[in-house]
């Protein structure tokens, strides 16, 4: 697995816990993903409410993209992200993961980028979020 | 011909391009949720998308019966006069 | 013009997730808010020694979280929702990321609001860096239902 390079994240994965599948080329990875209620940002959002912030999954993808592909990379673009279902603390969700080469004259890919397709469902199976995105060099501008 | 701007092909097309079909996949008639497998949030986004085109607000107890494109044609027709959408068919 | 005082009072998030801190102009349809980035916050506590700066970028999930809060406070602000009802962000596309901010960095959000009804609320917008662009988000979706399917 390559090592992570140090980055802030708003929530770090449960590394090695997280990962239930992985393909050795990269392309394809299911991890099992807790909602805590302890976490930091369940604390505010909100009192009385809790309920996942949307904006984790971006986190834990690019989390997911760190480890699949070394941290050389960082989302330039969230093409979209559907939340279907609200998230909520106790349940387990799977994120699968799939990760393919971005198209060689892509700018924001500076011809060394990723797409991302990651799907969540809860431990009820039913889907709940829907993302795409692009991944590109860090330092380079989109 | 086919007026792009025709109501039924409008809403056609909002809705094969929510629900990441083409347009020439969508059956006027067939519910988006049971035949299409459209989820919740795809109603939000096709409402959303036919409220911005015809500038008119879609009353929230009236959607759960317009989960068709006819359903949707309909209801259109009720809420607009007959100058800002034609009550046709293609 | 809002003060965090008054921000804080209208918002529905509590501390850690208050991403917001003063808002400058704001009208029925459009508003401006920041937001300044410190070392202390909770993301760069578990940072080793000898991070290097590019690890301090501003996470951008809490980047567009506080783009996102901006979107909600116009949501109160505009009374585009029933007060007793959370905007929930349902769905967000053709978001860029241009350069990262760090700490030290003050975010101005550019909020605009392109549709409302009850169903749904759409926003659009760029949050800033002294005058660089930072994020554009071309759509944020947020429902005014009592979420999308809470089952």
Known sequence: MPASAPKATMSALPVPLAWSERAPDGTHAVLRLPVDLAADHMAGHYPGYPILPGVVIMDWVQQAVDSLHGAGLRMRRLDRARFVRPLFPGDVLELTIRVRPGEPDDQAMDGEGVFANARIVRSDRRPAVELDATFGPVGAHA | MQDVDHPVIRIRSIVADTLDLAPDEIDDDQDFIDFYRADSLNLIEIVAQLEKHYQVELPLDELQQARSVNALRGLLVRLLDGTRIPDSAV | MLDHAQVRGLLRQRPPMI?????????????????????????????????????FA??????????????????????????????????????????????????????????????????????????????????????????????
Do not use: M
């Open chain 3, 58 to 151: 501003y996470p951008q999930a809490l980047l567009v979280e506080s783009f996102g809060q901006a979107c909600s406070l116009l949501w109160t602000l505009a009374g585009l929702g029933p007060p007793d009802r959370i905007p929930l962000l349902v769905g967000v596309s053709d978001l860029a990321f241009h350069s990262s901010p760090f700490p030290g960095d003050v975010l101005e959000h550019q909020v605009r609001l392109v549709h409302s009804s009850s169903t749904a609320c759409e926003f659009t917008g760029r949050s800033h860096v002294n005058g660089d662009t930072v994020l554009d988000v071309g759509s944020l979706l947020v429902a005014s239902l009592p979420g999308p399917s809470p089952t």
């Open chain 3, 19 to 55: 991403l917001l801190d003063t808002v400058g102009e704001f009208s029925p349809t459009s508003l401006v808010a920041t937001k300044a980035i410190s070392g202390s916050e909770g993301c760069y506590r578990d940072l080793a020694d000898g991070t290097p700066l590019a690890g």
